[in-house]
């Protein structure tokens, strides 16, 4: 949930299959921030109840036939035997399960001592921002940024003190949360006076949301608590009318969010559980895991999707698709162990065949245009060939049409150039495939591999700066490479929108 209000409200990671990212230190629960005293106190006889020492089983598949009542339609027999049912009881303690909600429920709720929760004011019609919300909003925000950290924290414990049913659709550890709702405060500001742009954002937040477990429901108690720490931590920039300046765009923001969730609910389910089916490690600290889903798994070469392990309950992070949609529906990632990365770590060096995950809707627009064949100029950085490599595979798959495509592929040493072997294998079978491996930190490298930075290697071969009619980019890997070859190409005069990629406030996340 990586936005606007936490798992109420929350990019990718290409390097991920991308790169890697914010550090995931842990940290007290935003609830002990509260003013001391005002949390209820926890009787013995109400402690944490234990933890169950057996997850549910999952039942095993059948060929449809069994158990359907007359008058159904039929399930067709499944053409794979799963061990699902031998694998970790994956989110058996995750969202609105009996044991997040005891936790929740049974220690915080109906305590005498609970303060209480901000008065509900008559909410604002849901209406546009004028320019006046607008310029309030930005000069709240600024006035509340250096206080951020105090500001969200205390947003949080009125939530968890005031609303304990919501504190199962976070993670344990809510410091990286913490710093990804001011982030999401942010943007919204920054765009509330580019509808197009606050839409698509939020749009994608309000279907991101659907994998915490949020319901409709959630939104009125979030802005209240929200309108209630600005108000805080605002000092004299906070009055009246600053307050329905933020009233109105919270009402606008939440309308659209639900909106998009209510739709996508149509046609997807908020999740998907996924079974492991093989881990290749490709360097100490770089594995190849294939899954397969439960389900089919929509999705697009260049895009990424969120994933959940059942050894971090709640902690979602994105990684890209490593190949173009496959027949056999399975699902590969490219996953490097970056430091201090829960989820990262987790799948690298811990995760086993029958390990079930849990994936998120596909997301992102790195994606290619096959009715318009443009020439392709592809930079991918460590784990980030991955998007990359999908992409080649898609082109492949629909013909060139005489587009050509040239792969730039960077890492330090040569031996984190993993997927070289392959990405050479397909250029030798297609002419308008071309691929240059790049390292920047050895200098006895294999005839044919350059020495340098990505960007700069890329930039000399000189081809950037010729006819930039019909070529489009598409960058991934670590964001700072990512930030310098968008720059470069900026000015080598390439127009921003066919310079594509997916970095976003959460890329860096492990």
């Not at 842990?26 to 005002?38: K, L, Q």
């Not at 260049?302 to 529906?329: I, K, M, N």
């Not at 890329?458 to 991934?476: E, P, T, V």
Request: charged residues 20%; aromatic residues 8%; negative net charge.
């Amino acid at each position: 949930m990586p936005e606007p209000f936490g798992p109420l409200p929350a990019g990718p990671d290409p390097g991920a299959a991308a790169a890697p990212g914010p550090s995931e230190p842990s940290e007290p629960f935003a609830a002990e921030a509260a003013d001391p005293g005002a949390g209820p106190v926890l009787p013995a006889a109400r402690a944490i109840p234990a933890r169950p020492t057996e997850p549910p089983r999952i039942p095993a598949p059948t060929d449809g036939s069994e158990g359907v009542p007359d008058g159904l339609v039929r399930a067709p027999a499944l053409g794979y035997q799963p061990r699902f049912p031998d694998a970790p009881g994956l989110n058996w303690a995750g969202p609105n399960d009996r044991w997040s909600r005891a936790w929740a429920l049974e220690t915080l709720a109906e305590s005498p001592r609970t303060p209480p929760a901000p008065a509900a004011l008559p909410p604002a019609p849901v209406e546009a921002p004028t320019l006046r919300d607008i310029e309030l909003i930005r000069a709240s925000l600024a006035t509340v940024e250096p206080v951020a950290d105090r500001a969200t924290a205390h947003f949080y414990a009125l939530i968890f003190v005031h609303h304990p049913e919501v504190r199962a659709l976070f993670p344990a550890a809510m410091d990286v949360q913490r710093d990804r709702l001011f982030r999401a405060l942010l943007v919204a500001a920054r765009n509330a006076d580019r509808p197009a742009e606050l839409t698509e954002y939020l749009t994608g937040l309000g279907c991101g949301h659907r994998r915490y477990g949020t319901l409709s429901g959630h939104y009125g108690p979030v802005g209240e608590c929200l309108v209630a720490a600005l108000a805080r931590y605002c000092g004299s920039r906070w009055d009246a009318e600053t307050e329905v300046a933020w009233r109105r765009v919270y009402g606008l923001v939440s309308r659209i969010m639900i909106e998009a969730a209510e739709r996508a609910a149509l046609t997807s389910p908020p999740w998907w559980q996924a079974e492991i089916v093989s881990t290749e490690a490709r360097t100490p600290d770089v594995a190849v895991l294939t899954l397969r889903p439960d389900q089919a798994y929509p999705y697009r070469a260049g895009q990424y999707a969120t994933v959940e392990t059942p050894w971090w309950p709640r902690v979602w992070r994105h990684f890209s698709l490593a190949t173009a949609p496959r027949p056999d529906g399975l699902l590969t990632f490219h996953v490097k162990a970056v430091q201090a990365g829960w989820v990262s770590n987790a799948l690298v060096h811990r995760a086993a065949p029958g390990d079930v995950l849990r994936l998120g809707p596909a997301a992102g627009g790195m994606v290619v245009d096959h009715d318009h064949p443009q020439d392709l100029l592809c930079l991918g950085g460590g784990t980030g060939i991955a998007p990359i490599a999908a992409l080649v595979e898609e082109v492949a798959e629909h013909g060139a049409a005489g587009r050509s495509v040239e792969v730039y592929y960077g890492a330090r040493q040569q031996s984190g150039l993993y997927a070289l072997d392959s990405l050479r294998r397909l250029a030798d079978r297609h002419p308008w495939l071309s691929v240059r491996p790049v390292v920047s930190a050895q200098l006895d490298a294999d005839p044919g591999v350059e020495i340098g930075d990505l960007p700069e290697v890329a930039a000399r071969h000189g081809r950037w700066d010729r006819r930039w009619d019909g070529r489009a980019a598409y960058l991934s890997g670590p964001p700072a490479m990512v930030r310098r070859a968008a720059a470069a190409l900026l000015r080598a005069g390439l127009p921003t929108d066919r310079i594509h990629h997916d970095l976003t406030g959460d890329l860096a996340a492990g």
